[in-house]
């Protein structure tokens, strides 16, 4: 291993537990029988469906659109009939349910028409771009971030790529087997994006203990021509493959708080998402499966499945031979950044990397949270150098402002500190539930912001109308005692005579009944 | 419509207990921490006899009784605050700091304060400002100093301990029994006509303190290779104390003692390593723990040299657990992406 340019501080060297998965190739994991395709986007609101219940759909067809959300459109990923358009639990941190799209596949599994091949080597960007939003492309290292935008998002000039294939959570393994079986895909992906991007490097990272994929790489750029992308081991140190700590490494440089990568000139892919990229320009192909990794102790057989999106959990462990007597937990992701979720009827998205089923007793439960002694383990792990414990103090007694002071939002969530805490205290749970309680303060601040600007808005046009009415009476006036038409001025002479004459005779009328 | 059979759904539990533990539990560092007091507790009975055995299993009864009492009152179940082991640790810290023929009351009483005033009112372990133990001793040193300062100068036996411990307060007290500690004498300037107990050498060997403190010392490196205690507050109390001492000795050697006389005197090889390491009272950044351990080090010099007290160790833990929430803001680590 070559000396990098960079380190990250702390970081934990973990068991990796990944050859319970990536010993066999990666399979196909059949059709079930019902597909689920949540709508909830990422800014929180619900994709339009374009389809209702009855309708028949093929694997391809979109069947719900993001309303100016950056989010692609959702397609189907097998064909068969819509069932149903009703709430149903995702896969989501906070273990909220969705609107979803319920489709009863036919087993058929037809498709329709594939978009037409883009040429990989002389299309422009705005195409490629068009192309992955048409395409559904989203980040799929776990954060499921809509890739056109964010390619599109850099102002600044992107000087350097970087493919992340350092799967460092343990038990995860689908990069791995990726990178070893479809390592060509990768690389013309980087080709390509390196191309539309218009940077001078690009590097490709993966973790000094994948070493069949890395000489899988190796093979696949001496067959290809792609001698200009560096591959490059990183340390088998957790979270070598965050996207900022491996930035760190390879370039040395720091996003700056609060912003992206793309503000430093960086641009950081995941491996899959880069292979997916390719086989959307190459083919056409729709983004409608994924590989995940389905492991853990509670799983029979565990290995990486190729899955449609849209596939119950429970299907994929199905296909894995079954829970086993100590299936105990289950986690969406690793058990560093996973979450756990509590039903198996629950589809994958996008986003989801790997089903770990615990085994019960293993590792051993951990007992219930004690009072942090302030010992500062959670410190010296921290990747991020923050300071955990005090986070927690300020976070724990809802002091959120006191917690952005320590820098609450510059959180990766690795569960680092959990992972070191003597006293089991789960950190990074707090810490999420801070952030998001942050998150919806600056909402309603936001929306308290805009609900006065708009209502100084209405105040003024209300202002404005009322001065526009005086000054049209005033004008109407003075045009009326001015130069008005000689019909109207004989028409207020005769209604001023007619009023003389009445007054007149009322007049008279209250004389004569004097007595 | 005929549906095609669906698996059955299978629901699990939220739990959090299925995540990766990398580190250790507060029960096993606290066991940790008894265990590499023993070879200092050794030769402290070594030294003065077994009275120090008698005062640490009364400290840790009277933790034990005193945390369960201030649990119920706070309505709080006891198991857990018992089971971590930080009241026990508390217990033998003071057990070890009082004079071994002390009678019983003396460390009951500071036993009870450490606990209750020093740790308990505050909200219990985590909660507490001060070193607990520390708390305990200042208390008794000031209220008691007659009983606090008197050690036996040579090996008492069982007997004649109990009954020193136990015995009626008013007994007599054979003057061979007590003795005033070389740190005393270091105070004395020398025209009085004492001599200092270490004219130069690398260790004290005059006097079994040395041995004691190396027995720490032992215990204290075994606690570092274990990675359980932060090596920054070891080094920074050490470096501390042997600054001062360094400086003042190489200005004059006649009338200050030399570093390694403070190194292997009293209790400092105590303080860097078990009592300075509470990481509840310390400094939690790591330039902080610098800062703070360097301050014990130097307040330590400077209330043995100076001071009225015969080791400064329990008010130099105290000063600085006071400045530890200000060191902990001033010196924030520089979190990624954050200007340097």
């Known amino acids: 291993m070559t000396t990098l340019p960079g380190r990250f501080p702390g970081g934990l060297e973990l068991e990796g537990h990944k050859s319970l998965a990536n010993q066999c190739p990666i399979r196909f994991a059949g059709l079930p029988p019902r597909l689920l395709f949540p709508l909830r986007q990422r800014n929180g609101e619900n994709a339009r469906a ?86 559904g492309i989203v980040g799929l290292g776990g954060a499921g971030f809509p890739t056109a935008a964010k390619l599109l998002k850099g102002k600044t000039a992107i000087d350097t790529l970087i493919l992340n294939g350092a799967e460092c959570e343990p038990y995860i393994a689908c990069d791995d087997r ?52 560096q591959i490059i081991q990183v340390p088998s140190r957790y979270p070598a493959g965050g996207e900022r700590q491996l930035i760190q490494l390879l370039t040395g440089r720091e996003v700056p ?26 083919h056409g192909e729709i983004l409608d499966s994924r590989i995940v990794t389905v492991t853990g102790a509670g799983v029979q057989t565990p290995q990486n499945l190729e ?44 986003p989801v990397n790997a089903i770990l089923v615990t085994g019960a007793g293993s590792p051993a439960t951990i007992p219930d949270p004690q009072p942090c002694i302030r010992c500062g383990a959670c410190a010296e792990a921290c990747p991020a150098s923050l300071l955990p414990q005090q986070l927690y103090w300020h976070t724990h007694a809802q002091q959120l402002q006191r917690a952005l002071d320590y820098h609450l939002l510059d959180c990766i969530e690795c569960g680092c500190c959990d992972a070191v805490c003597p006293s089991h205290i789960p950190l990074v749970h707090e810490f999420r539930q801070a952030k998001q309680a942050s998150l919806s303060q600056q909402r309603a601040r936001d929306s308290a912001a805009h609900a006065r ?38 028409a207020l002479e005769r209604a001023r005579q007619k009023r003389a004459k009445q007054n007149e005779s009322l007049a008279s009328e209250t004389t004569h009944n004097d007595p | 419509m005929t549906h095609n059979p669906l698996p059955v759904e299978r629901r699990f539990t939220h739990d959090l207990s299925s995540r990766v533990t990398a580190g250790h539990q507060v029960r096993d560092v606290m066991w940790a921490v008894i265990a590499a007091l023993v070879p200092g507790l050794l030769a402290l009975i070594w030294q003065s006899g077994p009275g120090v055995l ?51 009351w003396v460390i009951t009483l500071g036993t009870l ?65 007590a003795m005033a500690t070389p740190l005393d004498a270091s105070r004395t300037p ?72 403070h190194l292997f005197s009293g209790a400092t090889m105590l303080a860097a390593f078990f009592i300075a390491t509470d990481p509840v009272s310390a400094a939690t950044t790591p330039r902080g723990r610098w800062i703070y351990a360097a301050g014990i080090g130097v307040l330590i010099y400077v209330i043995r040299t100076w001071g009225g007290y015969p080791d400064g160790v329990a008010f130099a833990v105290l000063l600085m657990n006071l400045t530890a929430p200000t060191l902990d803001h001033f010196t924030r680590p520089r979190a990624y992406g954050h200007p340097r």
């Open chain 2, 190 to 261: 020398p025209a009085m006509g004492h001599s200092t107990a270490t004219p130069g050498g690398l260790v004290p060997a005059s006097h079994s303190d040395s041995w004691v403190n190396l027995g720490y010392l032992l215990g204290g490196l075994w606690l570092l290779r274990r990675k359980l205690i932060d090596g920054r507050i070891s080094a920074g109390v050490l470096a501390g104390l042997t600054a001062c001492a360094l400086g003042f000795y190489l200005e004059d050697s006649s009338r200050y003692p030399s570093p390694a006389f």
């Open chain 2, 113 to 177: 304060f450490a606990i209750l005033l020093g740790k308990q009112v505050y909200g219990g372990l985590g909660c507490n400002p001060f070193n607990p133990a520390m708390v305990g001793y200042a208390i008794l040193l000031v209220s008691f100093p007659q009983e606090m300062t008197h050690w036996p100068a040579e090996p008492v036996g069982l007997g004649e301990t109990l009954h020193a411990i136990f015995g009626e307060m008013d007994s007599h007290r054979p003057d061979a029994l």
């Open chain 1, 257 to 282: 708080s609060g912003a992206l990568p793309a503000a430093i000139g960086v641009i950081c892919q995941n491996v899959a998402t880069v292979a997916a990229i390719y086989r959307a320009a190459a």
């Open chain 1, 453 to 490: 600007m708009r209502f100084e808005a209405r105040q003024a046009r209300k202002e404005q109308e009322q001065r526009d009415r005086e000054l049209a009476a005033q004008r109407r006036k003075a045009s009326l005692g001015g130069h008005a038409s000689p019909k109207i001025q004989e």
């Open chain 2, 54 to 104: 008698v005062q640490c299993s009364l400290a840790v009864a009277s933790a034990l009784i005193g945390e369960s009492m201030a649990l119920k009152l706070r309505s709080r179940p006891a198991r857990p605050s018992l089971n971590d082991l930080s009241a026990m640790v508390t217990a033998i810290l003071l057990g070890l700091s009082v004079p071994g023929l002390a009678p019983w």
């Open chain 1, 50 to 135: 374009l389809v209702s219940i009855g309708d028949l759909v093929r694997r391809g067809s979109v069947i719900a659109g993001g309303n100016q959300s950056l989010d692609p459109p959702i397609h189907a990923s097998s064909s068969g009939r819509v069932i149903a358009i009703e709430d149903h639990g995702m896969a989501h941190p906070a273990g909220i349910s969705s609107r979803c799209i319920i489709i009863e596949t036919d087993g058929l599994d037809e498709s329709i028409a594939a978009l037409p091949a883009l040429d990989t080597t002389h299309c422009s960007p705005e195409s490629l771009l068009d192309r992955l939003h048409e395409a």
């Open chain 1, 307 to 350: 899955v449609r999106l849209g596939t119950p959990i429970g299907f994929l462990i199905e296909q894995c031979g079954g829970y086993t007597g100590q299936a105990h937990g289950l986690i969406v992701g690793g058990p560093m950044m996973g979450y756990t979720v509590n039903s198996d009827a629950i589809p994958v998205t996008k």
């Open chain 1, 178 to 229: 990726l990178l070893r079986e479809r390592a060509n895909e990768v690389l013309q992906g980087a080709a390509l994006l390196q191309r539309c991007l218009g940077c001078r490097t690009t590097l490709i990272a993966v973790e000094g203990d994948m070493r069949l994929a890395w000489q899988a790489l190796k093979a696949a750029q001496s067959a290809g021509d792609f001698d200009f992308i």
